[in-house]
């Protein structure tokens, strides 16, 4: 009789299983996209309405934020890399967009005066033209990350002194980027809310409402991409890497390959993220690869909770705002917040918002609303075997 | 003549000054079952770590179906057919059995063919077939981690299985399991022995008379002696090293 549903369990599951996931992410689509509808259309009526317009354009940046938040959650979260080095790729996303705006007018821009430079340099003069600069916003990242991390990776440099390599790395980029005035104008940065794009100028409303829409296409376009890769083979693959990696090479598998990938990818994302929030700020300074920006990016992501996708945006968008609202009533406080932050989410979530709401939080939650407790030992949970009786015990009941 | 499957000659591995595996002479037939075993420190766990290209011979060659491993890294070596499990039952925890069987089983492990593979009605029917075998049919969707002990065991050889190789390395299987629990492991091993290579690393000695036809025992980082449990048990040298200083340490 057991072997009866044994047999009945193995030929159901699988079939059932794909209907249902496709049910599942037919749903989920439909979700986020009506989220980013809301974003694009009904929030921005509302804050202007509220008189809060400014509150738009910081959405719009913290949108941006949130595709790098994505990228570090794909490599911390599901693959266990903690980079900590995310302002390099954030900060060449940016120069990219910010170098193609400056030489919008057709001369050379006016900082090189400054510094007695006549003749634009060399490696400005591709950005001349768009499509180049936008393919530059994503590979030139990816590039850098995936020979970082080839060198890395390959000599198996893992855990805490990959991160401290990634931080390395940054305080490399920074000095560099901070030191060359005659090349990208040092420490000043490049400026991009008074250059012209497509004929208006980059701080007009119409065009800033056109970046906002844009931060959000590419954040759902990054969700996806990241949906689509944690959920397929190479996703078990991550996450195998994520475990145990030595075991993975037993498996025949090379783990070089795969961290070099998603290292690469997650740079992309946060390239993408530092073009939009540079052309929403209108400014990219090397202050862009400040050791605590980059460590704040896994703060958004640790808040929001590890390896859920979603907590790294809800992360950002909470941090974030947090901060803006807070340092424009108490300027001082938001650093001793943001540390308590921290560690409020290191003691007391250690998963995250999201990690707690899908644990404990239910539970919670349920006792708030007068319900039962779920029972919380998941082996029991979820062990078949246990179920089938649960089942098979109702049955008889109900027959008797 | 039959073809070796696995050939070792004069394999030294050194760790700074100290000498894990001393100039030890090895070789397995074509569809041979051996045990391996020797007192703690005989260089045993590091006998595979330098066959599966985890640790590089200091000098010797390692020759599998006639190809020596020296170039290679573990994922390749993984790759020619020569299958591990640890000693400590290692599976992806957050995995699912079904989902630790499909990853070991795939045909296609680099990073392109990951991103755009699923698994084939073949190997589906394959892992289906698999999680049978080695009992876990009904638990084939929970994370691994919430498996017992004995069942993470099952799983990995299982594992080693999906990946169809010639050789199967086994890192002391019965470690930590219960009698009823070691006898199925030793059928289980028994059954795969028919169509692999196994050559099974093992301390428990009601296990090895289950299983073994032939024995190799290690002592100080090379081959005391070979031949059948009875021949080895008998051994004036085995009962020095190691059944003896059992005993002693019995007493």
Redesign the interface.
């Known amino acids: 009789m057991t072997v009866e549903t044994v047999d009945g369990v193995v030929g159901a599951l699988p079939g059932l299983n794909t209907r249902q996931r496709k049910k599942a992410l037919v749903r989920e689509a439909a979700i986020a996209l009506g989220i980013a509808l809301v974003l694009m259309f009904i929030i921005p009526a509302i804050l202007t309405g509220l008189g809060q317009g400014i509150r738009v354009n910081q959405l719009g940046r913290f949108l941006a934020l949130a595709i790098a938040a994505l990228g570090i959650d794909l490599i911390w979260g599901f693959t266990g890399l903690l980079s900590l080095g995310h302002g390099i790729f954030f900060a060449l996303g940016g120069y990219a967009l910010a170098m193609h705006l400056q030489l919008q007018d057709g001369q050379i821009p006016e900082f090189f005066s400054l510094y007695g430079v006549s003749e634009l340099p060399g490696f400005w003069q591709p950005f001349r033209s768009l499509p180049f600069t936008l393919i530059a916003v994503v590979i030139a990242p990816a590039v850098v990350a995936a020979a970082i991390g080839y060198l890395v990776f390959r000599n198996r440099i893992r855990g805490v002194y990959f991160s401290i390599l990634t931080q390395a790395a940054l305080i490399v980029f920074f000095n560099f980027f901070n030191g060359q005035q005659k090349l990208i104008n040092g420490t000043n940065g490049l400026k991009t809310d008074t250059s012209t794009f497509f004929g208006l100028q980059v701080s007009d409303p119409r065009i800033q409402t056109t970046f906002y829409a844009f931060s959000i296409l590419f954040l759902l376009g990054g969700y996806f991409l990241c949906r689509w890769l944690t959920s397929g083979r190479i996703g078990r693959v991550l996450v195998a890497i994520r475990d145990d990696e030595p075991r993975v090479r037993f498996s025949g598998y090379n783990p070089t390959g795969y961290k070099v990938f998603v290292f690469a990818v997650s740079a992309a994302l946060a390239g993408v993220a530092g073009a939009l929030y540079t052309v929403q700020s209108g400014i990219i300074t090397p202050k862009a690869m400040d050791v605590a920006f980059s460590i704040e990016m896994v703060i958004w992501v640790a808040l929001g909770g590890r390896g859920t996708l979603v907590g790294a945006i809800l992360g950002t968008l909470i941090v974030n705002f947090a901060r803006t609202l807070l340092s424009e009533k108490f300027p001082e406080f938001w650093l001793f917040f943001q540390g308590a932050l921290f560690l409020i989410v290191v003691t007391v979530l250690p998963m995250g918002i999201l990690g707690w709401l899908r644990t404990d939080g239910i539970n919670w939650l349920r006792s708030l609303s007068g319900r039962e407790k779920l029972i919380t030992y998941p082996s029991l949970e979820t062990d078949p075997d246990v179920e089938y009786e649960r089942k098979n015990l109702g049955d008889s009941e109900s027959d008797g | 003549m039959n073809e070796k499957i696995l050939e070792i000659q004069n394999l030294t591995v050194r760790f700074g000054g100290f000498t894990a595996i001393n100039n030890l002479n090895f070789s397995l037939e074509q569809g041979e079952l051996r045990v391996v075993i020797g007192p703690n420190g005989a260089g045993k766990t590091t006998f595979m770590d330098a066959i599966?290209g985890?640790t590089k011979p200091t000098e010797g060659q390692v020759f599998f179906k006639g190809k020596n491993l020296r170039p290679y890294?573990?994922?390749e070596i993984?790759?020619m057919g020569i299958?591990?499990k640890?000693q400590t039952p290692?599976v992806?925890?957050?995995?699912t059995p079904r989902?630790n069987l499909?990853?070991?089983g795939?045909r296609k492990?680099?990073?392109w063919e990951?991103?755009t593979?699923?698994?084939s009605t073949a190997e589906?029917r394959t892992v289906?077939g698999l999680?049978?075998t080695i009992g876990l049919?009904?638990?084939?969707?929970?994370?691994a981690e919430?498996l017992s002990h004995g069942e993470k065991q099952r799983l990995e050889i299982g594992?080693l299985v999906a990946?169809s190789p010639d050789l199967l390395l086994v890192d002391e299987p019965v470690a930590g399991l219960t009698d009823e629990e070691t006898e199925k492991v030793g059928d289980l091993l028994l059954t795969l022995a028919e169509s692999h290579s196994i050559m099974v690393i093992e301390h428990d000695m009601e296990f090895v008379r289950q299983i073994a036809r032939q024995v190799t025992v290690l002592h100080q980082g090379s081959v005391l002696c070979e031949g059948t449990m009875d021949e080895v048990q008998n051994n004036p040298k085995v009962i020095e090293v190691y059944l003896g200083s059992e005993e002693a340490h019995a007493a």
């Open positions: 599966t985890k890294a573990e994922y993984s790759r299958g591990r640890f290692r992806y925890q957050k995995l989902e499909e990853l070991s795939a492990k680099n990073v990951s991103l593979a699923s698994s589906r289906v999680l049978e049919a009904v638990k084939a969707d929970i994370p919430l594992m990946q």
